[in-house]
């Protein structure tokens, strides 16, 4: 039998989606009882022999036990023998005692063999029960009591066993489409057709052994040992070709990276070839690639590209290090492993399970191969896996062995492929040095700028990323020659640039420079014909005076950009916040900074209800700070602390945590409810913002659509063209987005048409007096409507009142959110107000 048997993928999730198998699993069980109700009390179809229950439930557990693996995409498919059995029962057995065989083949199958969870196995047999009773339908409404000869019966023997696996692959298409909300027809059908190669050669051989048991009774033992034999056999060749398949794979990754001098394709070749022996979900290399001890990554995406990092260890990296690097031995952690250091390695991978095996060269170990996760419901990683990934490790060290590919590789993670530059792993080296010497008193200061390019994004969208590519290797080499020999030019990423100064705490020095910086771009730049206008906003920090730490300097130099860019553009000398003395200040910064790290920062929550229903659907996250010592610190206190300070991206990442595993665990509990998240204006700048949050999702096991991130009109306009590519990239994961505070900003129509949300969200200062009669009636109508037109739903937050959430009602707009409805709660009370408030108000059961 298919993979029809395999049933529930690994990402069905609890509480709705347990409601929903259950409905699945109630509705197989009744039309089985539909279908086979008329068949039940039958004698078997031959009279010369009734096989027991127990004889058919060995035959299917050995049927179902003798697999071979397929893989397709992301799926792992197995293909087995089972319609053999079948077909004996249907003519040898009673339709009773051959459901109750099935199921307790199924049931060791599932249970001790394949250990599923209960879900997945109660609805398996929910779907064999199902299977067998329209086998034994089909099969008794063709057949008709003729003889065992008859051609009608052999039909009726190919339709029923057929069948059953049509049935299967139509329930398991049925129950994928319900949780990825997508049914296709066209897969559905291709499956029925050919998903099952080899079911009409296994039901031949059944009704071989019936045609010959009706004629000789005693060639029973014959067939028992052909049978016998036909399994073995069929068990031998699986293994041979999974082996085969596998000696394949390793003889043309082999070709490919002895034949490629190219680092991209011998790396590439090696972690998809990786993948797919394993039938694992991600592959990786961790090259030892510095002598100061940093690590380069290289790991595959989904698309097939490259992506890769140079930064030092993490400890849990550096636990696999050790015991890989270190030991020179492969490291094998199963699925369900309770070694707590292997756990947290798991833990903050994301991943279940993993292999990793040393990539050795002629001087040593070069680096880590690591795979992570099974595709597809197939037993977790053994020893032979491991013997499997050493043998590519091998061959593919013998390429990377090459010392000119090893040069390119440390080459390439310390520099941007595309305009030749030293990237950001780079600009920290140097700076790191340039500080040290600052502070040893050798060098009175360095100087760091962060350049970004104006109107790039509009390069981008009109004329192609082939021109924008053009374009930034010229401003790389404009930006080069106007430095010369005084500075270090590197490209962060996208169109950000940054230069170091050494050896100079001169403002004015580093100031003209600046500008002779901005000087170089102002001649228009030429791409096929066109004459390309390109400036920039340029933002400088000098230490000792504005830090003395190489996150620190960058982090201020970074924000002077962004004042130069809000103004008019130009050079903008880093300028300490008026406040930044004040010694509560300087106190909450190591205040919050120990709490973040000590996890006493929380994430209360407030309801949103549909304005017509009242029905709770979504709630937003309030992020609290309660200090042992000073109390409750306000958000709009420690934030603009957090932001300056740049812990703001530690602050981000906690509340998100915090709220994506409250989401979890109202799952659990059977409540399906969204949480809205703000975003600052910093993380709508951080490039790892995407990466975070889709870690974050898996962890949780939380689908995309329970997310929505607020971002306010402001942040997004300080920067249009790189916020709006950010959410972008947010909203391809699925994520909602939603305008905070809207109206209270300086954003333009033509802009918020152009922004990928789902939402716009009143700001309370148009919504508190609301009920007043006065302007504010205008302004929160016209926001509501122009939301409808634009497709978008519409929040009002800080109603307070019933007259207040009438007259939102009366306008149309669909969420409330204020004390009215409730104040912020901890998230673990939620539920708990969840049921008092459906308790007091019945109505809403029935919603």
Not at 269 to 277: F, S
Not at 658 to 671: C, F, K, T, Y
């Amino acid at each position: 039998m298919d993979s029809v048997l395999l049933g529930l993928r690994t990402a069905l999730r609890p509480a709705r989606q347990t409601v929903v198998v259950v409905a699945m699993i109630v509705a197989l069980l009744g039309l089985t009882a539909l279908v086979g109700h008329p068949f039940v009390g039958l004698a078997p179809y031959l009279g010369i022999a009734n096989l027991p229950w127990w004889a058919l439930g060995v035959g299917f557990a050995a049927t179902e036990s003798c697999v071979f693996y397929l893989q397709t995409k992301q799926q792992a498919r197995t293909v087995s023998i089972s319609e053999l059995p079948l077909v004996l029962g249907l003519f040898l057995a009673s339709p009773a005692q051959l459901l109750l065989g099935r199921l307790a083949g199924s049931v060791a199958i599932f249970l001790v063999h394949r250990r599923a969870p209960r879900l997945k196995t109660a609805w398996n047999l929910a779907l064999v029960s199902l299977q067998t009773a329209v086998a034994v339908a089909l099969f008794h409404l063709l057949a008709g009591g003729r003889e065992v000869s008859s051609p009608l019966v052999w039909l009726g023997a190919y339709a029923g066993a057929i069948a059953a696996n049509c049935v299967g692959s139509i329930a398991l298409a049925l129950v994928i489409a319900v949780y990825e909300r997508d049914l296709r027809v066209r897969p559905i059908l291709d499956d029925m057709v050919t998903g099952e190669p080899f079911a009409p050669f296994v039901i031949t051989l059944g009704l071989i052994a019936v045609l010959s048991l009706s004629a000789a009774q005693h060639s029973a033992w014959l067939l028992l040992v052909t049978g016998a034999g036909l399994l073995l056999g069929y068990r031998a060749y699986a293994s041979l070709a999974d082996r085969h398949l596998g000696t394949e794979r390793l003889y043309r990754f082999a070709q490919a990276v002895t034949s490629s001098p190219e680092v991209d394709e011998t790396l590439r070749n090696l972690l998809r070839e990786a993948k797919e022996l394993l039938r694992a979900g991600r592959a990786e290399v961790a090259f030892v690639a510095t002598d100061g001890g940093d690590v380069a990554h290289v790991r595959l995406g989904a698309t097939g590209r490259l992506g890769r990092s140079s930064e030092a260890p993490a400890p849990a990296d550096q636990w696999l290090l050790s015991r890989v690097v270190g030991d020179g031995e492969p490291l094998l952690i199963s699925r369900g492993t309770r070694d707590a250091v292997e756990r947290r390695w798991l833990d903050a991978q994301a991943a279940r399970e993993a292999v990793a095996v040393p990539l050795r060269g002629g001087t040593g170990i070069l680096g880590v191969l690591v795979v992570t996760d099974r595709v597809g419901d197939v037993p977790t990683f053994a020893e032979d896996d491991v013997r499997l990934l050493e043998t590519v490790a091998s061959h593919a060290s013998v390429a990377l062995q090459n010392g000119k590919l090893m040069d390119q590789l440390r080459h390439e993670a310390l520099h941007d492929a595309l305009t030749g530059l030293p990237n950001r792993a780079a600009l920290q080296r140097q700076l790191a040095a340039a500080l040290e010497e600052v502070a040893d008193g050798r060098s009175p200061g360095a100087a760091v700028m962060i350049l970004d390019l104006d109107r790039f994004k509009e390069v981008n969208d009109t004329l192609g990323h082939q021109h924008g590519d053009q374009l930034l290797i010229e401003v790389a080499t404009r930006l080069r020659t106007a430095v010369g020999s005084a500075g270090f030019v590197a490209r962060l990423g996208g169109d950000e640039f940054a230069i170091l100064l050494g050896g100079t705490d001169s403002e004015d020095r580093a100031v003209r420079m600046g500008r002779r910086l901005l000087r170089s771009l102002e001649q228009p730049v030429s791409l096929d014909g066109l004459e390309i206008e390109v400036g920039g906003s340029l933002g400088l920090a000098i230490a000792p005076a504005h830090a003395t730490d190489p996150a620190a300097l960058l982090k201020r130099a970074d924000m002077a950009m962004y004042d130069a860019k809000a103004s008019t553009g130009g050079v903008r000398l880093y300028e300490a916040d008026p406040d930044s003395d004040n010694p509560r200040r300087l106190m909450l910064v190591s205040e919050l900074r120990t709490a973040l790290h000590q996890g006493r920062i929380e994430v209360h929550v407030q309801p949103q209800a549909r304005t017509a229903t009242g029905e709770t659907v979504s709630v937003e996250a309030l992020v609290r700070w309660n200090h042992p010592d000073l109390g409750f610190v306000p958000p709009d206190e420690f934030i603009p602390v957090a932001e300056r300070s740049g812990l703001i991206g530690l602050v981000t990442t906690r509340v998100l945590d915090m709220s994506l595993a409250a989401v979890a665990d109202w799952a659990r509990q059977g409540v399906d409810l969204g949480i809205a998240v703000n975003l600052s204006t910093r993380s709508l700048h951080d490039a790892d913002l995407v990466d975070e949050v889709s870690r974050l999702l898996r962890r949780h096991g939380v689908p995309a659509s329970r997310l929505t991130l607020e971002v306010t009109e402001g942040s997004v306009m300080a920067d249009p063209a790189r916020a709006i590519a950010l959410l972008h990239q947010l909203r391809a994961l699925g994520v909602r987005l939603s305008v905070d505070d809207f109206g209270t900003g300086y954003s333009s129509l033509s802009y918020l048409k152009s922004l990928p949300v789902d939402e716009v969200k009143i700001d309370r200062s148009f919504v508190t007096h609301l009920s007043d009669q006065g302007a504010d009636v205008a302004i929160v109508r016209a926001i509501v409507d122009l939301g409808r037109h634009l497709g978008l739903e519409v929040v009002a937050e800080g109603v307070e009142d019933q007259p207040t959430w009438d007259l939102l009602t009366s306008m149309g707009c669909d969420l409330v959110q204020g004390w009215h409805l409730s104040r912020a709660m901890p998230a673990t009370e939620l539920v708990p107000w969840l049921r008092g408030r459906e308790a007091r108000r019945p109505a809403l059961r029935a919603l």
